[in-house]
């Protein structure tokens, strides 16, 4: 097969894609992710809790419903409406680190969803890590001198 008809295959076999309307649902299902997090913090703080306390909360809610979601099969479906409005925040990361979990947890608790889950939270954990260390000596090297 030649690069033309090659190319030709390409374009007949790829779905069209509206980019207006797959940047307009991103943005209303990522804006709406945004919006429930304010909403649950304002919440959050009626109840007196501090600020930190908060913002930490809410990071957790976040990631519990996006695992619920994960766990029951609706994640998906919603990611496949939005693309990366729902995929780019911490509810794509919670939804890839439980999509990992599941489909290995029958090779046992450790060596299955213990191991494999981390395939995909490692390199970010590490990356973090890693990126931390280094700001942080170039801080404190440049607020010592």
Same mark, same amino acid.
């Given at each position: 097969?030649?690069?033309?008809k ?14 207006f309307s797959?940047?307009?649902r ?6 709406g992710?945004c919006a ?5 913090f ?12 908060g913002?930490?909360l809410v990071?957790l809610?976040?990631i ?5 979601l994960t766990?029951? #099969? /609706?994640?998906?479906? @919603?990611?496949? $409406? %939005?693309?990366a #409005? /729902?995929?780019v925040? @911490?509810?794509? $990361? %919670?939804?890839a680190?439980?999509s990992?979990? @599941? ?5 046992g608790?450790?060596m ?30 440049f607020?010592?001198?």
């Amino acid at each position: 097969m030649d690069k033309n008809k090659y190319s030709q295959l390409v374009k007949e076999k790829s779905p069209n894609s509206n980019t207006f309307s797959d940047m307009l649902r991103a943005f209303l299902v990522g804006g709406g992710i945004c919006a429930f997090g304010e909403v649950a913090f304002e919440a959050f703080k009626a109840l007196g809790l501090a600020e930190k306390q908060g913002r930490a909360l809410v990071s957790l809610s976040l990631i519990l419903i996006a695992s619920l979601l994960t766990m029951i #099969g /609706v994640f998906d479906r @919603i990611a496949r $409406f %939005s693309g990366a #409005g /729902v995929l780019v925040p @911490i509810t794509g $990361f %919670s939804n890839a680190v439980t999509s990992a979990a @599941i489909e290995f947890k029958t090779e046992g608790f450790v060596m299955g969803m213990g191991a494999k889950m981390f395939t995909i939270a490692g390199p970010v954990i590490v990356f973090g890590t890693v990126a931390s260390v280094i700001y942080g000596i170039i801080y404190w090297t440049f607020t010592i001198i």
